[in-house]
């Protein structure tokens, strides 16, 4: 895409005592305006696993709360089995067994954390289970609704590496109404964003440079920004897949991940910078000729050369220095308004 002001045209025959005598030229003129070039293409965003964790809890599935692909974070419940919820929290430790007061061990450091960060525990998160754990238990217990015991039994917690995480349960498995018998590997971990490739063909992707600006479309309208990575050419199709990465760091939809559906492929719109856009004084690119030096000008409606350097083209127009606005300059013939 080239966004330049309107520039006059009018097609003449040279006169004879020019040395271009007989062919046909046009006249353009100089004006501000800018120049810029984009590439639309398809880009697609999918989320890729990260890790999986097990369910150990035995009974019915009572409730399925989150959706595909939710953020959930420590305490939040994954879904209820004969209604005692399951929820998550953070450690690289799984559920093994019964947790309670007079135990040790990196599951109770985990168990810990959690009381902690749920306000229920102000105790030395040490992996050790005395008095204050015991009491965070009950009182965790009571704010959701199970009996307060003051053990934490092997299914009533899934431990995932990493909270807060976007997660995707197996509906197959955990769905109202199935039976769990624990071990089933049913949470799956996604990616803290998801993975966006457009798909190129070799030529395409030789007009992009590398760290290339990218407008993407939302799924639901959003506008996010990133940049051209890697590419990846696949030898049997040929296909280039270029990925893209964020501008600042953070994930490329930022706090708008939650809009990329779980599961298969989203596509989306992505407006590749191929030249970036410079302002100035615009011309056709066609009306700029090679001197003898090996400089480069532009002949005004005298007849008169005029030399010239060249800031930026895109699409068939220039931004130039060296002329003034209004000058009016010779194009060939064929050169129409198209080349904008």
């Known amino acids: 895409m080239t966004t330049a002001t309107a520039w006059a045209l009018s097609t003449v025959t040279t006169p004879k005592e020019d040395p271009t005598a007989g062919e046909a030229y046009a006249f353009a003129t100089v004006r501000e305006g800018e120049v810029g070039a984009t590439l639309t293409l398809n880009a697609i965003a999918s989320w890729a696993p990260s890790s999986t964790a097990y369910n150990q809890a035995t009974g019915i599935v009572t409730s399925v709360p989150p959706d595909p692909g939710t953020e959930v974070h420590p305490g939040d419940e994954l879904f209820a089995v004969d209604l005692r919820p399951v929820v998550a929290a953070s450690g690289e430790v799984p559920a093994f067994r019964d947790l309670g007061r007079d135990m040790d061990g990196a599951d109770i450091e985990q168990l810990q954390a959690l009381l902690a960060s749920l306000g229920h525990y102000d105790g030395t998160v040490d992996g050790v289970a005395r008095d204050a754990t015991d009491r965070a238990i009950r009182a965790w217990q009571k704010d959701i609704g199970v009996p307060e015991t003051g053990v934490v039994e092997v299914g009533s917690i899934v431990f995932l590496p ?38 190129a063909t070799p030529a395409q992707s030789a007009l992009i440079p590398t760290e290339a600006t990218v407008t993407l479309n939302g799924s639901s309208g959003e506008l996010w920004t990133a940049r051209v990575g890697e590419r990846r050419r ?32 989203t596509v989306l719109d992505a407006t590749i910078t191929t030249a970036e856009t410079v302002s100035g004084l615009i011309l056709p690119a066609a009306a700029i000729v090679a001197e003898a030096g090996g400089g480069l000008a532009v002949i005004d409606d005298a007849g008169r050369r005029r030399p010239i350097t060249v800031l930026a083209s895109a699409n068939g127009m220039s931004v130039v220095e060296g002329v003034a606005e209004n000058v009016r300059v010779r194009i060939p013939a064929t050169v129409d308004e198209t080349t904008r």
């Open 234 to 265: 696949d030898p049997e199709t040929d296909q280039v897949d270029i990925t893209l990465t964020s501008v600042d760091g953070q994930a490329i939809c930022g706090d708008e991940c939650g809009a990329v559906p779980v599961g298969g492929e």
């Open 162 to 199: 990493t909270l807060p995480a976007r997660i995707s349960l197996d509906r197959e498995v955990v769905a109202r109404g199935k039976r769990l018998d624990g071990g089933e590997p049913v949470i799956l971990t996604l990616s803290p964003a998801p993975e966006v490739t457009v798909p």
